[in-house]
């Protein structure tokens, strides 16, 4: 077998893409949602892996109702324009904490989404899995958390281990992203 | 930049998208379709070209979502008819600029 040749000048595209989620906060998730799903739209093929926090995104119970982190996130400040702040403005962790803080953050981030057109984290998971995108859940993140595939999204792919995962990268033009 | 795509002359971009949506035919589309190996082309995919027309005509930005939501194509016929980047490549066959959007 032939190992594949580097040429530094070959421009061919980027043919997949793999991203491993592990953050379960609204600011975690959406990342990881927005590169798959663009990646499908430029044709690229796109898995994705929920593991450790990002199953949060694949629990039925949860999935619609992720929380932006407020705190111990030192740019919060980049929030302040949605309520007609500078976004300099300081927003210090112990306001982060305060009881609706983190609700309020989440309902003030969702709307500004919806007028962008973003859809919740449901419809973007059908989004991208109607476009043939797979979703995969982490199975030793199941192991950890007591979850079984029964309490997750019917439409996940599969749970893999780690090595099924790499498995999926298969082909010299793939990449992996970690968000 | 000037081109010739199914015998007429059109101007277009440096991807291939054509800069005046009023110099369009729909040889032309058929032509784009060929080179994007999208088709033949069928009533969808013409549903598909002519709601985009209509909606860049209208001063809309199109996106896979409000694609589907509108009930003109679903998500998945849309990446079924055209294969490798289904809304930039039915933008690129329905002769109106490429879309611009994330999402």
Sequence with gaps: MTPPSFDPDNNAPLEKVLIVVSKGSLDGIYPALIMANGARMEGIEASM??????????????????????????????????????????????????????????????????????????????????????????????????????????????ILTVGDFYREGAGTRTQILFT | MQTTIAETTVDVNEEGYLTDPSQWTEAIAHAIAAEEKVGPLTDDHWKVIHHLREKQAAGEEMTIRRLNKSGVISTKELYALFPGGPLKKAARIAGIPKPAGCI
């Design chain 1, 49 to 158: 892996f929920f593991t450790f926090f990002g199953l949060n995104a694949l629990v039925k119970k949860t999935m619609d109702s992720l929380k932006i982190s407020t705190v111990g996130n030192a740019a919060m400040n980049m929030a302040m324009p949605l309520l007609g702040m500078p976004i300099t403005m300081p927003f210090p962790t112990a306001v982060g904490a305060i009881p609706g803080v983190s609700n309020f953050a989440t309902h003030l981030m969702n709307k500004k989404m919806d007028e962008l057109d973003i859809p919740p984290v449901g419809e973007f998971l059908e989004m991208i899995s109607d476009a043939g995108g797979k979703i995969y859940g982490c199975k030793l993140a199941m192991d950890m958390f007591n979850l079984t595939k029964d309490d997750l999204w019917d439409r996940v792919d599969d």
